[in-house]
């Protein structure tokens, strides 16, 4: 059974850093391409980044480029999201995802439970 | 970016009804797109992928169609744990872009 659980969320205030960790199970965690995408308090889906099976190309939107940092660990099955100089907009359930299908970034299969991110002073 | 356009943004139906969700990108997505149920307090859970491909597990009275720019999301014989938020995604191209999202309620 595949799960992923997410740990590393909390209370931090703004313009300071958490790093997020998501540890896999149930799967060979080095042949998926794996993501971070968050839900804002009663908001919709925005993705956040996503990483490949080696690890060695990463990519963003916009919104995070330059202060958020995915990586991931292939001997340990962790993928982690670094984010520095939080806002206030950072507010959200940041979910862990795993890709559908090995080798290429396609849809996210699976979910992790979340864990919530608050940015405040 | 693709923008992702997801209609109605709620939705009231009876049990038993079917009911249809709209999504359109705002360019030719080539069929690369996912619909997800979130329940509240839940994760999101995959329901169909690729457009039309129904996810494992995922009972047979949901279905998906569409191409280029204009998909959709059915739901045959409302249940009452259909109750839920529905969203699209595009994966054709980075960004990855999600629908504003539907809110199904019962009637």
């Known amino acids: 059974e595949v799960q992923l659980v997410e740990t590393g969320g909390g209370l931090v205030q703004p313009g300071r850093s958490l790093k997020l960790s998501c540890v896999a199970s149930?799967?060979?965690?080095?042949?998926?391409?794996m993501s971070w995408t968050r839900q804002a308090p009663g908001k919709g889906l925005e993705w956040v980044a996503s990483i490949t099976n080696s690890g060695g190309s990463t990519y963003y939107p916009d919104s995070v480029k330059g202060r958020f940092t995915i990586s991931r660990d292939n001997a340990q099955n962790t993928l982690y999201l670094q984010m520095n100089s939080l806002r206030s907009e950072d507010t959200a359930t940041y979910y862990c995802?795993?890709?559908?299908?090995?080798?290429?970034?396609?849809?996210?299969?699976?979910w992790g439970q979340g864990t919530l991110v608050t940015v405040s002073s | 970016d693709i923008q992702m356009t997801q209609s109605p943004a709620s939705l009231s139906a009876s049990l038993g009804e079917t009911v249809t969700i709209e999504c359109r990108a705002s360019?030719?997505?080539?069929?690369?797109l996912a619909w997800y149920q979130q329940k509240p307090g839940n994760s999101p859970q995959l329901l169909i992928y690729?457009?039309?491909s129904l996810a494992d597990g995922v009972p047979s009275r949901f279905s998906g169609s569409g191409s280029g720019t204009q998909y959709s999301l059915k739901i045959n014989s409302l249940q009452s744990e259909d109750v839920a938020s529905y969203f699209c995604?595009?994966?054709?191209?980075?960004?990855?872009?999600f629908g504003a999202g539907t809110k199904l309620e019962l009637k």
């Open positions: 995802t795993r890709d559908g299908l090995p080798g290429y970034p396609n849809w996210f299969a699976y």
């Open positions: 690729d457009a039309n």
């Open positions: 995604q595009q994966y054709n191209n980075y960004p990855y872009t």
């Open positions: 149930g799967f060979t965690f080095n042949n998926y391409w």
């Open positions: 360019e030719d997505i080539y069929s690369n």
